[in-house]
């Protein structure tokens, strides 16, 4: 069977503002472009799913894991990163 | 302003067995990847989205626009019109179901006594002034009756319209 109704929307949209973390210092930036591959590796109909983002003012590309919707939510980002330290 | 619910859902999925053109040549194979890109080159919120597909056994990336859901409709673009002028023919009292008449000119023809309809694919075929069977003789009975995906943007209806319109 193939896989139906991908690609889904992703987190951050070109336009909007995102928040990371880059050489040790929290920066901003707007997404400037999407890129989402779709393939089914593991061949169950599901479809996986990766989303990664360009930046204004940036040449790395960025994934979700990487970018926060607010300051607050980069903080609770980095929080999350620390407390999942061993 | 941001854009919104981007990127939206592929023509073809991942999966699906579907015709590519490359170098003038009609292949039929499995979606293995599709790459969807998205940006706003005219920074008018609308948005530009851009797909490739990735094929088994083919190692280039495929434009959207050299992708079709029928062989008949890739065969349709190489050959730059209807694939075949089956205007006019009568199909009598037979069953029409699966029968696959994409990227066909079947103006005139008449499906007044088939016994069956469902998934005719007609995707990219002409029906003006076609005579339908009674059961489908609206835009919304025949697309109900031949199912998505049996038909397409480019299908014109009897009355000589987009029948998606």
């Known amino acids: 069977m193939p896989v139906t109704n991908k690609p889904s929307v992703t987190t951050h949209q070109v336009g909007a503002t995102v928040f990371f973390i880059l050489n040790g210092f929290p920066k901003q930036a707007v997404v400037e472009q999407t890129f989402s591959e779709v393939q089914d590796a593991d061949n169950n109909n599901t479809g996986e799913q990766v989303d990664s983002y360009y930046l204004k003012g940036y040449s790395e590309k960025f994934y979700n894991s990487q970018l926060a919707t607010s300051k607050a939510n980069l903080k609770t980002l980095f929080n999350n990163l620390v407390d999942a330290m061993p | 302003m941001p854009l919104t619910n981007k990127p939206a859902v592929t023509k073809f999925q991942v999966g699906q067995t579907r015709t590519y053109i490359k170098e003038r040549r009609a292949i039929t194979a499995v979606i293995t990847k599709i790459e969807s890109q998205v940006n706003d080159p005219f920074n008018d919120s609308n948005g530009k989205q851009i797909n490739t597909y990735y094929f088994a056994n083919e190692p280039s990336p495929i434009p959207e626009a050299d992708v079709f859901a029928t062989s008949n409709l890739a065969l349709k673009k190489l050959k730059g019109g209807y694939i075949l002028d089956l ?79």
């Open chain 2, 87 to 165: 205007s006019g023919t009568d199909f009598g009292a037979n069953d029409m179901s699966n029968v696959d008449l994409s990227g066909c000119n079947l103006s005139n023809c008449d499906f007044s006594a088939v016994t069956g309809l469902a998934f005719m694919n007609v995707s990219g075929s002409n029906l003006t002034d076609a005579t339908m069977h009674d059961d489908y003789d609206t835009k919304a009975e025949f697309m109900n009756e031949v199912g998505s995906g049996a038909f397409d943007d480019d299908t014109i209806w009897t009355d000589g319209t987009k029948i998606t319109l």
